[in-house]
């Protein structure tokens, strides 16, 4: 009888269910946490030999994330920002959740670049196909940075982080600003497509669409002035002293721009009037956008008709006048219904039967 009573205590134990801890619902952002912790416990490391040189070597506590994959630090990323919302509730204000959600995001992601690794056979990917998925497609760590950014229902404090560290000059010096810029130019189309995506979507955060727009514009434009400045002519003036802006390429005969420099610079110019033409609806006639976007959007949209070469003067000024081009849908979109019809099915595919005069059975 007893031995009864406690086989049915242990097959009951064992049927009930764990309940959930902060371990077992955020197991990448623990995992990161302990090891931070324990990089912080440690007391100073004595210098150890080098063999090769048998001279002093640090040793460093990025060591110790080394085991470890791009993916996993941004689902550390993902599970920290949530474990940082819920401070919400504890009455905290919005904008001290945010420091600690970023805090946190700093701490995950901090010795990513040390990780990173780009496929190089992954073959380029079309932004259309780029939207979110419960298991993001293994075709390379910039396609999972690129997909976080462009996900609306990422955490908004994460996805700005990314962008605003995907360009030199925008975020203050760290790995991620030296670099995630050299990654995102190896995903060029991508990048841009990304942008292009966040700046014009009519439901995205206007804080972003704001930041897409100055991510955009320090892009490209960082790549105009890098071709101005490698024309000859340009580096003998850049040499002699003389100070000689990019804006001044508007008139590339009067400076002697070889042919090269004025194509490159050209090829430039067009993506801006790509550009363009994704963002002139924000202050379109009857925008509803909000008044950061829309004089962000102008902001841009001007500085582009009065200093880049390359644009289309007509149609800027027709943006800036309210006469918004038709929208482009970069979006994934479902497939269209076919609607019924009365016509008779088709019948190219089916196989022809004679049938024989006398009655018998078709002949194949």
């Known amino acids: 009888m007893l031995l009864s009573t406690c086989f049915i205590i242990v097959a009951f134990l064992a049927t009930e269910p764990i309940a959930p801890t ?15 912790k324990q990089i912080e416990s440690q007391p100073a490391r004595p210098l150890s030999i080098n063999d090769a040189l048998r001279t002093p070597g ?27 919302r819920q401070q919400e509730a504890l009455g905290i204000s919005q904008a001290e959740v945010d420091q600690i959600v970023l805090k ?18 992954s073959p380029p990917q079309s ?28 955490d908004p404090v994460l996805r700005r982080f990314l962008l605003e560290r995907s360009v030199p000059g925008l975020a203050p010096p760290s790995l991620l600003t030296m670099s995630l810029p050299m990654y995102f130019q190896s995903r060029d ?6 942008l292009c995506a966040i700046a ?19 892009y490209i434009l960082d790549q105009y002035e890098a071709v101005f400045k490698s024309d000859p002519k340009i580096k003998a003036l850049l040499e002699s ?45 009857g925008s509803i956008r909000d008044e950061r976007v829309k004089a962000r959007t102008k902001e841009a949209l001007e500085f582009m008709r009065d200093n880049i070469f390359g644009v289309d003067k007509t149609a800027l ?28 099915p088709a019948q190219d595919k089916l196989i022809p039967v004679e049938l024989p005069a006398d009655g018998g059975p078709p002949k194949f």
């Open 317 to 344: 000024a027709e943006y800036l006048a309210g006469n918004a081009p038709e929208p482009k849908n970069i979006f994934p979109m479902a497939p269209v219904p076919t609607e019924p019809t009365l016509e008779p």
């Open 189 to 194: 189309i991508e990048f841009r497509d990304t």
């Open 200 to 218: 014009s979507h009519p439901g995205e955060d206007p804080a972003l669409q704001v930041d897409a727009i100055d991510v955009f514009m320090k």
């Open 22 to 36: 902060a371990r077992t619902r955020y197991p990448y952002w623990q995992m990161v946490e302990d090891v931070v």
């Open 241 to 285: 002293g003389q100070s000689v802006s990019y804006t001044s390429a508007t008139d590339p005969d009067a400076l002697g721009l070889s042919s090269e420099t004025v194509t490159g610079l050209r090829r430039f110019g067009s993506r801006m009037n790509e550009f363009a033409e994704f963002i002139a609806g924000h202050i379109g006639e």
């Open 58 to 84: 640090q040793e460093y506590p990025f060591e110790s994330f080394r085991h470890l994959r791009t993916i996993d630090l941004l689902r550390a990323a993902r599970e920290g920002a949530e474990v940082a």
């Open 127 to 154: 932004s259309a196909k780029m939207h979110f998925t419960d298991s993001p497609p293994s075709k390379g760590d910039l396609d999972d940075l690129l997909i976080i950014i462009k996900n609306r229902d990422d």
């Open 104 to 121: 946190n995001i700093v701490t995950a992601l901090e010795y990513m670049p040390l990780i990173i690794k780009e496929n190089p056979d």
